[in-house]
């Protein structure tokens, strides 16, 4: 109780992150690829992690899906751990809340329209093998496709579109997930400057617009002025960018970790 008012003292709600890493140390089979690796982000944040080829930045975003167990350290992603027993069914579970946008594939062998594409991303999500989609299903596939701007060409086949327009078709269904967290790894990859700076201003948008947390991979400056933080990783370490983080050993003055 307040002695002055005799009101109940407010409390700022508490608050978890998006995901947190720390101390993670995670690879393939006995190699190490990131050691010691701690990083947090917040819920609405965009978070670029940038480094070179073999940086790390992948395994990262593998750790963070559950895709690979860290052998130290821990990771939570919406508060949910991803270590320990029953790590396996927790993960499936934060799977089902991030939209992931990996660098541009090929054409689909088989004929697809631009609508059936962005409703595959809900699979595994809310469909599969035995559920067959549901209303809910296409109107998040048709807002997907409008957030992407491809609206309109909802029943062009996927073969025919140019590589920046299938990027934005996967775009949209990563989206039409409904995902509290985007997840992209290299995703302007193979794209001519036009289309990287189209996507570019796509993903700004559904950050700023819409609040979704990002959490984009890219060995370049994609974005870099865009981010409300960048993180580099060198060697399967954090070197810079996060003020919480020391830099590893060796690294040199102008690595050192950026202070907000």
């Not at 140019?162 to 302007?188: F, I, K, N, W, Y």
């Not at 040199?252 to 202070?259: I, L, N, S």
């Amino acid at each position: 109780m307040s002695g002055s008012s005799g009101g109940i003292a407010a409390t700022a709600p508490v608050t978890r992150p998006v995901l947190e890493l720390v101390g993670v140390r995670v690879g393939y089979g006995d190699t190490p690829v990131v050691e010691g690796v701690s990083l947090r982000m917040e819920a609405g944040e965009f978070l670029l992690l940038q480094g070179d080829n073999g940086a790390g930045k992948s395994t990262v975003l593998k750790t963070v899906l559950g895709l690979l167990r860290p052998t130290a350290g821990d990771v939570n992603v919406f508060g949910l751990s991803l270590t320990g027993v029953g790590a396996s069914s927790r993960a499936r579970a934060v799977r089902r809340r991030i939209g992931y946008l990996a660098q541009i594939h090929d054409p689909p062998a088989l004929p697809m329209t631009v609508a059936e594409a962005v409703l595959l991303g809900r699979w595994g999500s809310s469909f599969g093998v035995t559920r067959r989609p549901r209303a809910a299903d296409r109107c998040a596939a048709a807002r997907a496709l409008e957030q992407v701007g491809m609206s309109d060409l909802a029943r062009r086949d996927v073969r025919a579109l140019s590589g920046g327009q299938r990027q934005r078709v996967a775009l949209a269904g990563a989206l039409a997930r409904e995902p509290q967290l985007l997840l992209m790894d290299e995703p302007t990859t193979h794209l001519d400057v036009e289309a990287q700076a189209d996507l570019g201003r796509r993903i700004v948008a559904l950050n700023r617009e819409h609040g979704i947390s990002v959490l984009l991979v890219s060995h370049g400056n994609f974005a870099e002025s865009a981010a409300d933080r960048v993180v580099r990783l060198s060697g399967g370490r954090v070197v810079a960018g996060d003020p919480a983080v020391a830099p590893a050993a060796g690294a040199t003055p102008d690595q050192e970790p950026t202070r907000e």
